[in-house]
């Protein structure tokens, strides 16, 4: 489904750690909320008083993999449809990224990457690419925006830049573009890409709000972290796609680390002193109207779905199950992705399963990256987790018995098709009970 532009305003990411802070904040229009922690059913009461004060909220979707070889999972698309008619949404958006591998079309098990992945910008990814969309945009009720994606390594053979790669895309299926001006300064930092360069070849009239977000540099390399304040180089990437086209929404994105209220206040203004800046420098007469046409894909995608699909399951397997690099790759910005993605599963895991960080004690994140190193995520993070704890005690560890003892105890409670104990505040007060006896 396409739409016309819909003006949004100033926004903030709404996450359930500062709902009271955005909740209290002036001058936000909208918040974006990640849809896969939102239950249609069940409502934040934070978003309902929002969107009863007039607030719009949108759903930000991160799992759909749009860029992979597989055509979008039928009830993922469902989900997302659910989340955007409970919020109200005038829009959904999600990510020109691979999040998982393998399946079917490879004749290999399924793995997951837990993060979102560059895919190739050729033309075998490109038809793919657009065919899933417009699948997704069939499925969904309101206007779909993709957004463009961070990333640490480049695919060898590209035959397309990064604005080239989006301008056919948007032309083709006439969907909107999410603009991550962070992005754009991590793939200059990571892959030598020039903004300048990539606003000038977008369609920037089909432009549907921006992404502005901190991250750090380190060896070299640009994390784009979501947790760091917003540095210069990406307000000044902010006020050049300004000075081109007037963004119909700008939103600052934190995920953690979360700063005080003032400081993301202070963000917030330093945005729109960007936007004004660009604003500015403007020329005064109008842009061409963008008008973007559906174009059918000849000959089908199935031989290009293949191919697509091999080459990323042999991309996410080097980086997450210790198999080769493929060749044309740099093996030292692959080995920077895979410890990332090691790195990254081992925090969410704690967060999920909040007790094995209790019982492993400071071995925990050793354990889990040396697992990790192995054993790629196959069923979300939750899995991850039970997997982790199976391996664990399949290799007769940990090697205090008591540890080991409450690990069994903690994966048989999970592991069955129902688990032994409905008690979870008790569970907790358990391992909490267990942290405080070992200090």
Request: proline share 8%; with cysteine.
């Amino acid at each position: 489904m396409t739409g016309t532009t819909v003006r949004l305003g100033t926004g903030i990411g709404w996450r359930p750690e500062i709902a009271d802070v955005v909740e209290a904040m002036p001058g936000i229009d909208w918040v974006e909320a990640v849809a896969e922690n939102v239950c249609p059913g069940h409502l934040p009461e934070s978003l309902l008083r929002l969107r009863g004060r007039g607030v719009t909220v949108v759903p930000h979707g991160v799992s759909l993999g749009l860029g992979g070889g597989d055509r979008p999972d039928e009830q993922r698309l469902t989900a997302l449809a659910e989340r955007a008619t409970a919020l109200g949404s005038p829009l959904v958006t999600e990510h020109i990224a691979f999040v998982r591998a393998g399946g079917p079309l490879t004749a290999s098990p399924g793995i997951e990457a837990g993060h979102l992945l560059p895919v190739p910008r050729t033309r075998d990814a490109l038809d793919v690419l657009c065919e899933n969309v417009r699948i997704a945009q069939d499925a969904l009720p309101v206007p779909l925006a993709v957004e463009n994606i961070a990333a640490l390594f480049s695919w060898p053979g590209e035959e397309m830049t990064e604005g080239q790669f989006l301008y056919e895309l948007a032309d083709r299926t006439g969907v909107r573009l999410l603009i991550d001006v962070a992005n754009l300064h991590t793939n200059h930092v990571n892959r030598g890409e020039d903004p300048a360069e990539a606003l000038s070849e977008l369609p920037l009239e089909a432009l549907a709000y921006v992404h502005v977000a901190g991250g750090f540099e380190r060896d070299g390399v640009w994390h784009d972290s979501h947790a760091h304040p917003v540095p210069r180089p990406v307000l000044d990437i902010l006020t050049d796609l300004a000075s081109r086209v007037s963004p119909p929404g700008v939103l600052l994105e934190r995920d953690e680390n979360f700063p005080a209220p003032e400081e993301l206040k202070g963000e917030l203004a330093a945005i729109g002193r960007a936007v004004e800046a660009g604003a500015r420098e403007r020329r005064e007469t109008a842009a061409p109207e963008y008008a973007p046409t559906r174009v059918a894909v000849e000959g089908g995608t199935a031989p290009a779905r293949e191919r697509l699909a091999l080459a990323q399951t042999a991309v996410l397997s080097a980086l997450t199950a210790g198999t080769p690099v493929p060749e044309g790759f740099d093996r030292a910005r692959m080995g920077v992705q895979a410890r990332a993605l090691a790195a990254k599963r081992a925090d969410v895991v704690a967060k999920v399963a909040p007790e094995l960080p209790v019982i492993l004690g400071d071995g925990y994140r050793a354990a889990f990256l040396a697992y990790a190193q192995t054993r790629p995520m196959t069923g979300g993070y939750r899995r991850d987790a039970l997997d982790f704890a199976g391996e664990l005690l399949l290799t007769g560890r940990p090697e205090d018995t008591r540890a080991r003892r409450e690990l069994r105890e903690w994966w048989l409670d999970r592991s069955g098709p129902r688990p032994r104990s409905h008690r979870p505040v008790v569970r907790l007060a358990r391992a909490t009970r267990r942290a405080l006896l070992r200090r």
